[in-house]
Nanobody, 124 residues
Framework: VQLQASGGGLVQAGGSLRLSCVASGFTFGSYAVCWFRQSPGKETEASSCISSNSDNAYYADSAKGRFTISRDNGQNTVYLQMNMLKPEDTAVYYC??????????????????WGQGTQVTVSS
């Protein structure tokens, strides 16, 4: 089981980034996926999540209206489009596999496979 996150970088406030997470080694279309983020000194938090068939999505309050999560099960890939980025969005972003297809949890401890993380830095 592998998840490979990419797409992070340095961007000015107000800019955009698109993160990608490519999965392998399991039936990707059977699992929900979340993007988590971790900033220095803060707990890991779920930013955006999507169910296996895209019929349900979760956005943290900090992401609502700015971030869009989507997936392409044919390409085993989940995307996170991040617009209107703010300095407080600076974090390492991780994609992770949920316990099943429906989106039933956003607790990090419920996610059993994680990508390596991609750094997002937003300058003011």
């Amino acid at each position: 089981v592998q998840l490979q996150a990419s797409g992070g970088g340095l961007v000015q406030a107000g800019g955009s980034l698109r993160l990608s997470c490519v999965a392998s080694g399991f039936t990707f279309g059977s699992y929900a996926v979340c993007w988590f983020r971790q900033s220095p000194g803060k707990e890991t938090e779920a930013s955006s999540c999507i169910s296996s068939n895209s019929d349900n999505a979760y956005y943290a309050d900090s992401a609502k209206g700015r971030f869009t999560i989507s997936r392409d099960n044919g390409q085993n890939t989940v995307y996170l489009q991040m617009n209107m980025l703010k300095p407080e969005d600076t974090a390492v972003y991780y994609c992770a596999r949920g316990p099943g297809g429906p989106l039933v949890t956003t607790r990090p401890s419920d996610f059993d496979a994680w990508g390596q993380g991609t750094q997002v830095t937003v300058s003011s």
